[in-house]
């Protein structure tokens, strides 16, 4: 009938101009991890802003998400450059072989710190140790010499030095970066500082697959992704914790006061200089065979390494980046910029 | 007659009766009183949402801008390099006349360059390149100041909290009383958070792209669920034999209409991505698979119309002769058309709200321009909207309560004009 061939009509010209589409591309295409993402939206912007190219499209996938669709080939239909909160894994590597994504420049941009948080109505110092970090939020810790289900519900059970409240921390779920990170810095390295593991002679393979999981009694609360949720809860109870990126702390330092960790508070100078524990790298890989195909991506790799985004007090900076130091700094954007190549993982 | 005791005496029949009237009156008042506290409860559940809401947005439909005269320095601003420029320094050059001590350090400076917006150099560096003949003239611009100082002139930054806590320090505070001072600071509405695109600072964040991805995304939505729906629902109630085949049909229609979204989500995800190979964030991709969900709903709402034409209508007209195709298409189809279209718009309304489908097939990227096309990337409210409300910064709080009720206000003119359609050009039988 009539409605019906012209119905056809509409949807075979849909897939004609879809056909055509996926052929090419103006815009750069930038997949990857959510604690990357607020950086590589401040670079997007002012590149477009500044070259008037369209606007790079960012998505939040989170680390592995990124990397699965990044390693998925070469083409336009696949993303230029993946955004991470850790280096590329060995697996995620051979896939990206596989699917003849073989020249890949790996761009170390900067660190970020993971702080744990309260509201700044708690009048308590707070200064944890990792072991003590540990100790509150393992589903499994040592008690008398024996490893079993984690009994501790109230800090001053940890250390009678410190308050009388009930733990409660909220947390990344499993999905995220942050979380891995957190468990990686904190919990593991919180696990080998125990008495228990160092007499025992345990090496970091037993830590790994004793140390990772976190409680689930109801004292460790996965909190979802959406940090202004937690902060809202923070300031309902304040004797309740958070565990945030540092980015995320920053903007927030009216509210929240972060958690001294081995005696040091989180600042872009101590994570700079590691004497803040809990900081990790943040990556991003530009995959090679796209430059100088996708329009101005090369332009924007050389935004991305400016000067004005990267060094200390720049635009990335103020979003919560902790910058690398000078002369790491300039051989990365000599790297970046030239395009060179890992070797591999 | 063998009446029960009670009832054989006149005076004992009406106390019965009394009695049971008594009952019968208070358990109807006992369930009006329910209905009314449900009722209520509703109400007040809406009211606590919308005040809510609208007690953390309206801050948001306002915007604090500052206006600068801007000495465009031939030095720092040629026509040749056009469009670039140094135009931050020229516009940090113009705040200096203000505060000439502030230059001695260059991040006192800095500090001070970050009072307008990020986005005044590009508003400047526009109106230049517009009329490049006014290159060492004085211009006068109206420029957003960044988020910090929107915080603070809308009172949301506490001037008593101590200053290290503060995103704005002693010193910022001062300039900026300055400026207000001199008259230069003024609260205006702000039009840009629907003109402007999204953007990585909230003053300069708007929903124009959200607003055109949701538009395009509904209209391919339509284009699609409309014809096949109403074709399906004809051809279901008017044609087809009434047998298991078509019972099974009907079962499964209604369960599709039950499937939640995020299954949609991933199918389009497997097919239309996977499969067919369509661009991710598109809304073209985004409005075939809102279209998905949208069919069953008005599948279903076109059968009910359509069943509640009066069959003498039917009777009537084949009785004088016309054919099945006549009967349907001349006479029962017109008159299901009010209902018809109000299942559509809810429908549709339902899509526009949708979010879980969207964010499987990327469309909460992060793009700050609108799309021009179906197939440009982009956004579509109800996901521009998890974005803002998964970001850090703080004026992103009220711009995503804001956002939202820009959303339910078109949800209400959507649902108002479904209500306004039925009761223009519905039929009492």
Redesign the interface.
């Known amino acids: 009938m009539k409605?019906?061939k012209?119905?056809l009509s509409?949807?075979g010209l849909?897939?004609a101009?879809?056909?055509s589409?996926?052929m090419a591309r103006d815009?750069i295409?930038i997949v990857g991890s959510s604690t990357v993402?607020?950086y590589t939206?401040?670079v997007?912007?002012q590149f477009?802003?500044?070259t008037?190219s369209?606007?790079?499209?960012?998505?939040?996938t989170g680390t592995g998400g990124g990397m699965k669709i990044f390693c998925q080939g070469i083409g336009a239909?696949y993303p230029d450059v993946t955004g991470a909160s850790r280096a590329m894994k060995a697996s995620e590597w051979e896939l990206c072989q596989e699917n003849g994504v073989t020249d890949i420049t790996e761009a170390m941009i900067g660190f970020d710190g993971l702080s744990m948080a309260l509201s700044?109505q708690n009048d308590f110092d707070w200064d944890l140790s990792l072991e003590e970090i540990y100790l509150a939020l393992a589903a499994e810790v040592p008690v008398d010499g024996e490893w079993q289900e984690n009994p501790y519900r109230t800090w001053s059970q940890i250390n009678p030095e410190l308050p009388d409240t009930e733990i409660l921390v909220y947390g990344p779920p499993p999905t995220s970066g942050t979380r891995d990170a957190f468990v990686e810095l904190a919990m593991h390295a919180g696990c080998e500082e125990l008495d228990y593991v160092q007499e025992g002679g345990f090496d970091g393979d037993w830590v790994e697959e004793n140390c990772s999981r976190m409680r689930t009694d109801g004292q460790f609360v996965e909190a979802g992704?959406?940090?202004?949720l937690i902060v809202q809860r923070l300031n309902a109870d304040p004797n309740s914790f958070g565990i945030f990126g540092y980015?995320?702390l920053f903007?927030?330092?009216?509210a929240l006061k972060p958690v001294a960790i081995n005696g040091v508070d989180p600042s872009p100078e101590t994570i700079a200089d590691k004497s803040y524990p809990v900081s990790r790298p943040l990556f991003f890989y530009v995959k090679n065979a796209h430059r100088g195909v996708i329009p101005n991506m090369q332009v924007f790799i050389e935004e991305y390494m400016s000067e004005d985004a990267l060094a200390p007090?720049g635009?990335l900076s103020e979003r919560g980046l902790v910058s690398l130091s000078d002369d790491r700094r300039a051989r990365l954007q000599d790297a970046v910029i030239n395009g060179k190549s890992m070797s591999g993982k | 007659m063998d009446l029960p005791p009670v009832l054989r005496s006149e005076k004992g029949a009406i106390e019965t009766i009394r009695k049971g009237v008594r009952k019968r009156n208070r358990s109807q008042i006992f369930l009006q009183i329910l209905g009314i506290g449900a009722i209520s409860f509703a109400f007040l559940m809406l009211a606590i949402l919308l005040l809510s809401l609208t007690s953390t947005g309206y801050k948001a439909f306002v915007q604090t801008y500052l206006t600068l005269d801007v000495y465009v320095d031939p030095a720092e601003v040629s026509e040749e390099q056009l469009?670039?420029g140094g135009f931050d320094d020229v516009i940090e050059a113009a705040l200096l006349q203000y505060f000439p001590e502030a230059g001695e350090d260059r991040?006192t400076r800095?500090a001070l360059g970050g009072l307008p917006s990020?986005?005044a150099q590009?508003i400047l560096r526009d109106k230049v390149a517009a009329d490049p003949s006014r290159i060492g003239e004085t211009i006068r611009i109206s420029v957003p100041v960044s988020d910090p100082y929107d915080q603070l002139n809308k009172g949301l930054?506490?001037r008593e909290?101590p200053e290290?806590?503060?995103?704005v320090d002693n010193r910022e505070v001062a300039w900026f009383d300055a400026l207000k001072e001199e008259g230069l600071i003024r609260t205006k509405l702000n039009w840009g958070l629907i003109t402007r695109?999204d953007?990585?600072?909230p003053e300069l964040a708007g929903l124009k792209g959200a607003l055109i991805g949701s538009f395009w995304a509904l209209l391919?939505c339509f284009?699609?669920s409309f014809?096949?729906g109403i074709?399906a629902a004809i051809y279901l109630e008017e044609f087809a034999p009434k047998n298991r085949v078509s019972d099974l049909i009907e079962v499964n229609i209604n369960n599709l209409a039950a499937v939640p979204s995020v299954v949609f989500g991933l199918l389009a995800l497997a097919v239309f991505l996977g499969w067919?190979?369509?661009?991710?964030?598109?809304p073209?991709v985004g409005g075939m698979t809102l279209s998905l969900m949208t069919m069953p709903t008005i599948i279903i709402a076109t059968r009910a119309a359509l069943k509640a034409v009066p069959p003498s209508i039917r009777e009537a007209a084949l009785g004088v002769g016309a054919s099945k195709h006549q009967v349907v298409f001349g006479h029962v189809l017109p008159l299901a058309f009010p209902g018809i279209l109000t299942g559509t718009i809810i429908g549709l309304a339902q899509a526009l709200g949708e979010t879980a489908p969207l964010l499987l097939i990327?469309m909460?990227?992060?793009?700050?321009?609108a799309p021009a096309t179906p197939?440009d990337?982009s956004t579509a409210l109800p996901t521009q909207i998890f974005i803002w409300?998964?970001?850090?910064?703080?004026g992103f709080?009220s711009r995503t309560s804001a956002a939202i009720l820009v959303l339910l206000s078109f949800l209400i003119v959507m649902n108002g004009l479904a209500i306004f359609l039925r009761n223009k050009f519905e039929r009492k039988w």
């Open positions: 409605d019906t012209k119905l509409v949807v849909g897939a101009v879809t056909a589409a996926v815009e295409r993402f607020p939206q401040a997007s912007e477009s802003n500044s008037g369209p606007s790079p499209i960012v998505e939040s239909s700044r992704e959406n940090d202004n980015s995320f903007e927030n330092l009216d007090g635009y | 469009p670039r991040a800095r990020n986005g590009f930054i506490d909290t290290q806590r503060r995103r695109p953007s990585r600072f391919v284009v699609i014809p096949l074709g067919f190979g369509m661009p991710r964030s598109a073209l990327g909460n990227a992060f793009i700050t321009s197939l990337a409300a998964d970001s850090p910064e703080r709080v």
